[in-house]
C-alpha cells in the first residue's frame, strides 16, 4: 500500500498490532507512544512489505503532537493515515472518584485525540486526502456504568468522528472511528493512571471483563477489521460481532440493554441491584417505540433485510405484552 501512518499509543495492544498489519501490508508506520522504549521494541518487531520506525510522543502535550505531524509530512511529503490510538482506562463507581481521576482520561482519551485532529486534520486538508482513525470503544455507543468517565470520553470520541468525517468529506478526508468491545491487551491489567488513588476496580479489568457474554476478542483480529474499515471507509468499525449486537440493541431496545447491564453492575459491586421492574404500561409504550424504531432505521436504507428478523420478534413480544395487559387491565383500559 506504502502510506505514510501514524499510529499512537502503538507500542502496545490494539495500535501495536494494527501498525504490526499495516507494515506487513507494505506501509510505512510510526509508531507512536508516551513509552518510547515500549515503541521501538515493538517497531522491532515488525515485518512486511512496509517499514516501522519508533517516536516518542505524549499526546497530551498538543505542541509535540504537532512537531511530529509536521516532522513526518516533511520528511515524506504527505501524511495519509493519522490513528489516534492512544488510550488509557479507568474503571470504578462515580462515588469514588476525584476531579483527578476524571481529568487523567480527558486528558488521554479527549484532548489527545483533538491533538491529534488538530495536528493532522489541516495537512489532510491541504493535500487533499487522507483518513483519520480514532480509537473510541463500544463503550461510546452503549452506557457504560462503572467506566463512566471513560464512557464520556469514548462517547465525545464517536461525535467528534462522525460529526468530523461529515465535514471532511468535502475535502477528500476520510475518518472513521473505531469501537470494539473488550479486547485483550494490557490496558485490562493497568491500574489506574499514576498519583490516582485506586478505586474498586483497580486491577480487576480483566477479570470482570472476562465474565461479559462474548469474552475477550484478538488484537490481532481487530486490527485486520479496522484495515478493512480503512479501506472501506466506514463510518464506524464496530466489533466482535457480540459488540455490533450490543450497539444495535441499544439502539433499538435500550431498556433491555439498561436491564442486562444493571445485572452486569450488580455482579462488579458483589451484590445484585434490586431489580424495579418497569410498569406493565411503560413496557407497552417502550415496546410500541421499538418497532416505530425499527421502521425509522428501515427508512434510512441500514440494512431493513437484517432488521425484519427483529421487527418480527417485536411484534410478537408486542402482541404477548397486549394480551398479557388486556387480561389484567379493567375493560375499556386499554
Ligand atoms: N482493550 C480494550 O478492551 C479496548 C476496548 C475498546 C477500546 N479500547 C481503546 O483502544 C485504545 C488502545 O488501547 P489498548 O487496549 O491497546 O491498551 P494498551 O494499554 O495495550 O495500549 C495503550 C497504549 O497507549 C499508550 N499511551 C497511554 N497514554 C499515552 C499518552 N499520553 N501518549 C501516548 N501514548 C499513550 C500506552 O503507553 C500504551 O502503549 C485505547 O484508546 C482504548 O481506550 C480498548
Not at 515503541?39 to 515485518?47: E, G, K, P, V, Y
Not at 486526502?129 to 470503544?137: D, L, Q
Amino acid at each position: 500500500m506504502n502510506r505514510i501512518v501514524i499510529v499512537t499509543g502503538g507500542a502496545s495492544g490494539i495500535g501495536r498490532a494494527l501498525s504490526a498489519e499495516m507494515v506487513r501490508r507494505g506501509d510505512t508506520v510510526i509508531v507512536a507512544d508516551i513509552d518510547g522504549e515500549g515503541a521501538h521494541r515493538a517497531a522491532l518487531t515488525m515485518s512486511g512489505s512496509g517499514s516501522a520506525r519508533a517516536a516518542v510522543l505524549d499526546v497530551r502535550d498538543a505542541d509535540a503532537v504537532l512537531a511530529l505531524v509536521t516532522s513526518v509530512y516533511d520528511e515524506f511529503g504527505r501524511l495519509d493515515v493519522m490513528v489516534n490510538n492512544a488510550g488509557i482506562g479507568l474503571g470504578g463507581f462515580a462515588e469514588e472518584l476525584s476531579v483527578d481521576h476524571w481529568d487523567s482520561v480527558i486528558d488521554v482519551n479527549i484532548r489527545g485525540v483533538v491533538n491529534g485532529v488538530v495536528a493532522a486534520y489541516p495537512v489532510m486538508v491541504r493535500q487533499g486526502h487522507g483518513h483519520i482513525v480514532n480509537t473510541a470503544s463500544l463503550a461510546g455507543l452503549v452506557p457504560a456504568p462503572g467506566l463512566t468517565p471513560y464512557a464520556m470520553t469514548k462517547h465525545a470520541v464517536v461525535g467528534l468522528s462522525t460529526s468530523l468525517r461529515v465535514e471532511a468529506a468535502g475535502y477528500g478526508v476520510k475518518v472513521t472511528a473505531v469501537c470494539p468491545g473488550f479486547t485483550d491487551t494490557a490496558i485490562l491489567d493497568t491500574p489506574v493512571a499514576p498519583g490516582l488513588a485506586p478505586t474498586s476496580a483497580s486491577g480487576r479489568g480483566r477479570e470482570l471483563a472476562s465474565k461479559l457474554p462474548g469474552g475477550l476478542y484478538d488484537a490481532d483480529l481487530l486490527a485486520l477489521d479496522i484495515v478493512n474499515g480503512i479501506d472501506r471507509n466506514r463510518r464506524l468499525v464496530i466489533a466482535p460481532r457480540s459488540a455490533r449486537v450490543a450497539s444495535l440493541a441499544n439502539r433499538l431496545i435500550p431498556a433491555l440493554v439498561e436491564r442486562q447491564v444493571r445485572k452486569g453492575i450488580g455482579a462488579m459491586r458483589g451484590r445484585p441491584l434490586k431489580h424495579s421492574r418497569q410498569p406493565l404500561a411503560n413496557r407497552i409504550v417502550s415496546a410500541r417505540n421499538c418497532i416505530r424504531r425499527t421502521d425509522t432505521v428501515g427508512l434510512t436504507g441500514e440494512r431493513p433485510d437484517r432488521l425484519k428478523g427483529v421487527r418480527q420478534w417485536l411484534e410478537l413480544k408486542m402482541f404477548w405484552v397486549d394480551s398479557r395487559a388486556a387480561k389484567a387491565a379493567p375493560v375499556g383500559w386499554i
